[in-house]
Nanobody, 115 residues
């Protein structure tokens, strides 16, 4: 089992920056992949960025060049540095982890970007 706790959401003006953090805990020692998804108002939950245990990253086209995903040391924490934020980035951001053939989700943190 893996428990995920997110922090770092909030309100920011367009063009600003925020960093999200997510800490994993539980009985699983190696988490294969961690990352972030988001769900905007009236939309489906979509990929933002993921990073594997080995450091390979994957980004949604809409955030490439603006967002950076990273893992801490030990590798049970994942971060999302968000720069040049746009109003369309407004969403609930969910931390994600994949370990031992199961997906795990955090409770979500609200990010609101004002124009």
């Amino acid at each position: 089992q893996v428990q995920l706790v997110e922090s770092g959401g909030g309100l920011v003006q367009a063009g600003g920056s925020l960093e999200l953090s997510c800490a994993a805990s539980g009985s699983i020692s190696v988490i294969n992949s961690m990352g972030w998804f988001r769900q905007g108002p009236g939309k489906e939950r979509d990929l933002v960025a993921t990073i594997t245990y080995g450091g390979d990253t994957n980004y949604a086209d809409s955030v490439k060049g603006r967002f950076t995903v990273s893992r801490g040391n030990p590798k049970n924490t994942v971060y999302l540095q968000m720069n040049s934020l746009k109003p369309e980035d407004t969403a609930v951001y969910y931390c994600y982890a994949y370990a031992q053939w199961r997906s795990y989700w955090g409770q979500g943190t609200q990010v609101t970007v004002s124009s």
